[in-house]
């Protein structure tokens, strides 16, 4: 057997799913450039950088949860959760800020073993366990607040963080960076990230080639309830608050970024830059209509539109070649001619 | 008995719970909070109605929340407009129907994962609706309340709908083919499409019907207030999620009574009255009910490694 003919390395760069949604992110600020005036500011810049720390880390540890065919519809309110209980140590139980931000990491973790816990070892669905947590981490949030607590006036160190800039680059970008990093070498350059795709792709295959799979799906949940904690942190030190209704909606917005990174939602299939790259195009898009002035909602409705489009796009080829493969098929079986042709 | 062990562990405990609440704290029986207790909740019945078929054809729609808000405003604005309640009814069934159309087509019609698609209209819907409101209420005229009868006509009214419509897909559910096609569907798609089936069809078909059932929902919804919120309907999917894994329906589709819903809607529908009784705060009303979500989830889970 002959081997299949290799594309050009040119033309196989430029069909990557990576290539064309750069292409959409350039067109994106091209045209936010020529309706918001100071849309292309290195200002503007540093501030969208600033304004996506939190939804770029969940969608981060997101990836490979998804690559796993997993989903965590919790993180959102786990950062909620994190928020408040950081706040509570620090101002109610008097630890210090470091002390307080290491206990916050630690019932991150907590957390996500909860999760882990219940969809390793019980095997329940993990979409309607971390549904169950959304409501829980929420709730547990909203008690120890009462709904209306607010944690404010924290100290001008730990604001640095969040607020300041150094040589012009928003303070919590290196941890950005280097939790970006991490994720992309676990995920594609070590044996572990390798397991996550097997899993994904067939989880009994995974276990018949000798993959841990309880362990490595157990691992994946509870870093992502740290790297949660961990944007809690960067989220409070930005806004300079604390309160029990931070990252509504964030869930949303984090399985939005990795599906329109072309990981695929049934798992098996994903890549960390592509992640880097939907985040980037919410960003700007969120960022851009506010230059263009339009309203906050519609920024919304954009992303949940461009949610069902990603999807879409994911599976139309393939159903438009099993359509036609299926009427080639049919064809053929009336006119015994069109087989002969080919 | 034993078939149904799950449905009747959560009648007893609601009935264990009624007990309790008879010694611990009277007060709970009071005739007119309690009926107005089950005017409140007798809309997410109906909903619960039809996530139950939804779930138990193997799917999940997270997006009734928005859709409620959705057909409860549109209603609203169609009475202060002087629409007749004859006709407002109808149009928000509709409404809800064509939503729930969108949802099915994408899921059945293009195969996407429904947890992902209806998270999606969840979001779109939400936020349209708050971009056209900009949170302001519909003030409604003083004849549309309660359909125009007295209140208590009008409570007794609501509640015998909402029970009505639960007892027609109860029962239609055990022998109706329909009906059981979506069992066949939920347990096994592939086998379902051999015996002759169209499990794409079913799937929008329970689709649509949730989405008719939440219209039809706000309608009942609007009558009980002077003025309808635009935020009304925020987590109603997880009320209605809650009441049917609760009640014995298993998320992994196939298996579930509507009775083990209406006994596991029961159950969480007097809890959150019950804590107050018992002077717990209100703000634990949501750790609570994702408690009891992951409560049930995990006792099937462990009933199932044994």
């Known amino acids: 057997m002959s081997p299949p003919p290799i594309p050009s390395r040119w033309k196989a760069l430029l069909l990557r799913h990576e290539s064309i949604l750069l292409l959409v992110l350039i067109l994106e600020c091209m045209y936010f450039s020529s309706v918001g005036r100071r849309f292309a500011s290195a200002d503007n810049a540093s501030d969208i950088l600033r304004h996506s720390v939190e939804i770029g880390l969940i969608a981060l540890v997101l990836t490979p949860i998804i690559l796993t065919g997993g989903i965590d519809l919790s993180l959102g309110s786990l950062l909620g959760l994190c928020a408040v209980v950081f706040g509570t140590l620090w101002r109610d139980a008097g630890l210090s800020i470091e002390l307080a931000a290491l206990c916050t990491l630690g019932v991150g973790g907590l957390a996500g073993a909860l999760n882990a816990g219940l969809i390793a070892g019980l095997k329940l669905p993990p979409l309607i366990v971390t549904l169950g947590t959304y409501s829980l981490f929420r709730g547990l949030a909203e008690a120890m607040t009462r709904g209306v607590d607010t944690f404010t006036h924290f100290p001008e160190s730990f604001l640095f963080i969040g607020q300041e800039s150094v040589l012009g680059i928003p303070a919590q970008a290196p941890l950005f960076v280097l939790v970006a990093l991490a994720v992309w070498l676990l995920v594609h350059r070590t044996t572990f990230g390798r397991a996550l795709q097997a899993i994904g792709f067939s989880p009994e295959g995974a276990r018949y080639a000798g993959i841990p799979v309880s362990r490595r799906i157990a691992a994946v949940y509870i870093m992502a309830g740290v790297v949660a904690a961990l944007a809690a942190l960067t989220y409070t030190a930005r806004l300079g608050q604390a309160k029990a209704d931070a990252g509504t909606g964030y869930e949303l917005l984090a399985i939005t970024a990795v599906v329109l990174g072309g990981t695929s939602i049934f798992g098996g299939k994903g890549s960390v830059p592509g992640t880097l790259l939907g985040v980037a195009t919410l960003a700007v898009l969120s960022n851009g209509l506010v230059h263009a002035r339009q309203p906050r909602e519609v920024a919304g409705m954009l992303t949940g539109a461009l949610l069902l489009l990603a999807l879409s796009s994911s599976v139309l080829p393939k159903m438009f070649a099993a359509w036609r493969a299926r009427r080639h098929t049919q064809r053929s079986a009336i006119d015994p001619a069109i087989t002969e042709d080919t | ?306």
Not at chain 2, 100 to 106: C, E, P, S, V, W
Not at chain 2, 140 to 148: K, M, S
Not at chain 2, 189 to 214: D, K, N, S, Y
Not at chain 2, 259 to 273: E, Q, R
């Open chain 2, 1 to 306: 008995m034993r078939k149904n062990l799950r449905e009747w562990s959560v009648a007893i405990t609601f009935c264990v719970l009624l007990l309790f609440m008879a010694i611990a704290a009277p007060s709970f029986y009071q005739p007119q909070p309690l009926l107005s207790l089950l005017t409140r909740e007798a809309p997410a019945l109906i909903v619960a109605c039809g996530m139950a078929l939804v779930i138990i054809g193997r799917q999940i729609d997270i997006s009734v929340g928005s859709q409620f808000g959705v057909c409860g405003v549109c209603s609203a604005l169609l009475t202060a407009s002087g629409w007749p309640v004859a006709l407002v009814i109808p149009t928000s069934l509709a409404l809800g129907a064509l939503i729930g159309g969108i949802n099915g087509a994408l899921v059945a019609g293009l195969g996407l994962p429904s947890i992902v698609v209806t998270l999606a209209t969840m979001v779109t819907l939400r936020e349209g609706l708050r971009w056209a409101r900009q949170g302001e209420f519909v003030n409604l005229p003083d004849a549309a309340q309660w359909f125009g009868m007295s209140q208590s006509a009008g409570q007794w009214t609501i509640i015998a709908m909402a029970l009505l419509i639960f007892l027609a897909i109860a029962l239609k559910s055990r022998h109706l083919a329909a009906a059981r096609y979506v069992y066949a569907v939920g347990s096994d798609a592939e086998a379902a499409r051999l015996a002759g089936i169209r499990p794409a069809w079913v799937t929008f078909g329970t689709f649509v019907l949730l989405g008719a059932l939440t219209g039809l929902a706000a309608a009942l919804n609007m009558a009980q207030s002077p003025q309808v919120d635009p935020k009304s309907g925020t987590g109603l999917e997880l009320k209605a999620i809650a009441a049917v894994v609760v009640g014995g329906v298993a998320i992994s589709g196939g298996r579930g009574t509507l009775w083990g819903v209406f006994a596991g809607f029961l159950l969480l529908a007097s809890i959150t009255p019950a804590l107050t009784h018992l002077r717990v705060e209100p703000y634990w009303e949501r750790a609570i009910q994702g408690g009891i979500i992951l409560l049930a989830v995990s006792l099937e889970g462990i009933k199932k490694r044994r």
